[in-house]
Structures are given as C-alpha cells and as structure tokens.
C-alpha cells in the first residue's frame, strides 16, 4: 500500500531534518566563563563569521550616516562620553570568552530616539539609544548590564547563529516544495522557521546573554546585580504585560530576573576584586 500524502510530507521532513543537521558543525564560539555558558553551537557553512561581519559593518555605516544626516547621532556629548567610557572598560574583558575578540574595530555610538533600546551587531559595532538612558533613569551599573548583554550577543555570534539556521530551513523548504508540491509547505515553513528555530533559539540567546553580560559587568568592575533592577525598571515600562513566556522570543521578566539573581551572585567574588 502507498504511503498517504500527510505520511510522504514526513518522511520527507524527517529525512531533510537529519540531512540539514548534519550540514552544520557543532563550534564553541566562547568559553564557559564562570557563569557556566557551555551550549553547543550548531553553524552552518552557508555563512561565515567574516561574511556576516562585513555585512554587519556596511549597515551599520548606513545606520550612523543616517543618524548623522538627521542630527540624531551623538548629540549630548556628555552622554557620548559616559557610555564610551563604559564599553570601552567592559571589552577590556572580552577576552576571558574569547580572546579573538579583543582585536575586534569594536564602535559605540549614542543615537537620538525614544525608543528604549540598545544593540552590539556581528563583530562589536554598537549603538545605545538616548531613550534607554533617559525613560529608565540608568546607573552606570545598569547602562554597563545592557551593554554587556548586548556585547555577549556578539561574542556568541547569536546572529549568525540564527542566520544560518534560517538560511539552512529555507533550502530544506525548497527541496521540500518540489517534492510534496507548494501547498502544503506554507504551514510547515511557517512551523519549522518559528517553533523549531527562531522561538527555542531566541530564548536561549537571551539567557546566555545575560549571564555573559553580568560576568562582564562583574569583571569591569560594576555591580552585576544592576542587571535585577535593570529588568525590573524595563518591567515596570510595560503596561500591557507581555505575552505568556511560551508564545514570546523572549524570556518573562520573572523568570529572567531570578536567573540574573542567581547569575549576579556566582560573579559577585569578581567585582568585589575589581573594588580592590
């Protein structure tokens, strides 16, 4: 008896799920640290780490040009300053992840907007919006645990991570279309590029990004348990409430802040030694 349409589409999936797995190699982008980041990183060889960079560093010229023809790019000297002099003693520390790292053209600007944002792309060009600094009030220590954060996204290469996840579903959906026909692939495209990749890894990315972010904190010598009132100020920002942490990229602002409390403890021993 021939299999059925919905068995064929499954035994297709399962078989182009091992193939594209097993297109991608298992690397260690940085070391544990002593916040025990130790996950296994699956990258594919569709994209490099140099590609990804030089992508990343033409869109972020565009982005600062942009910025700079609308007056919106390091307007307040003073608050330039003060979130130089922050990353620059925060990469002093990026090699104890990884030493590579530290000959990275590391940029850092400060762009004009509301919005409470901030961002470290592929290969350290950085960028803290003026409504992140303003709308929550921030300590140095609590501008130092955002900017870590978004350093250790970098540093774990999260984008690249992603993209070559991305790239490697949609070849896999392609190969999948020709074979069991287009109508059936809008609703798994939309399955396997959300559930399987894009949500698990989001979360995942988030995490390890605060833990990375505190330890560099930590090592710079600012308090990481600002990263706990960090999160609890970006909580109190939100009216809505959010999504239920299942259904969101990323994770609750509970079950993040109990973990930063568990994290800013373990390296609590090294910013007491960078007081000394």
């Known amino acids: 008896m021939k299999p059925s349409f919905s068995l064929k589409r499954q035994l297709v999936v399962g078989a182009l799920s ?17 916040v025990g980041v130790q996950r296994k990183q699956y990258m594919s060889g569709l994209v490099s780490e140099a590609e990804l960079n030089q ?15 609308q007056g919106a790019l390091d307007v307040d000297a003073a ?4 979130v130089r002099k922050i990353s620059q003693r925060l990469i002093q520390q990026v090699g104890v992840f990884r030493p590579d790292a530290v000959n990275w053209t590391w940029e850092v600007h ?39 954060h978004e350093i250790a996204h970098a540093l774990r290469e999260h984008s690249r991570e992603q993209v070559s996840q991305q790239m490697t579903t949609n070849i896999g959906l392609s190969v999948l279309s020709a074979v069991v026909g287009n109508s059936a692939v809008g609703d798994l ?3 396997l590029s959300e559930v399987m990749f894009t949500l698990p890894n989001s979360r ?16 710079a010598g600012y308090d990481p348990r600002a990263a ?8 109190s ?17 509970q079950s993040r802040i109990a973990d930063l409390q568990i994290a800013a403890e373990r390296v609590l021993p090294l910013y007491q030694s960078a007081q000394k």
């Open 110 to 148: 400060v762009l004009k907007s509301d919005d409470v944002n901030a961002w470290c792309m592929p290969g350290g060009k950085m960028a803290i919006y003026s409504g992140l600094i303003q709308k929550i009030n921030a300590t140095d220590d609590e501008l130092a645990a955002v900017m870590g």
């Open 18 to 34: 091992v193939s594209l797995l097993a297109g991608c190699a298992a690397i260690d982008t940085t070391s544990s640290g002593s």
């Open 55 to 69: 992508t990343a560093a033409q869109q972020y010229a565009q982005t600062i040009g942009n910025a700079r023809s």
């Open 237 to 253: 920002l939100s009216t809505s409430g959010g999504p239920p942490e299942i259904l969101s990229t990323h994770p609750s602002p």
């Open 79 to 82: 608050q330039t300053e003060r």
């Open 189 to 191: 495209g939309g399955t």
């Open 228 to 235: 706990i009132s960090l999160w609890e100020k970006m909580a």
């Open 204 to 219: 995942t990315h988030e995490l390890e990004a605060d833990r990375i972010g505190v330890e560099l904190a930590a090592r």
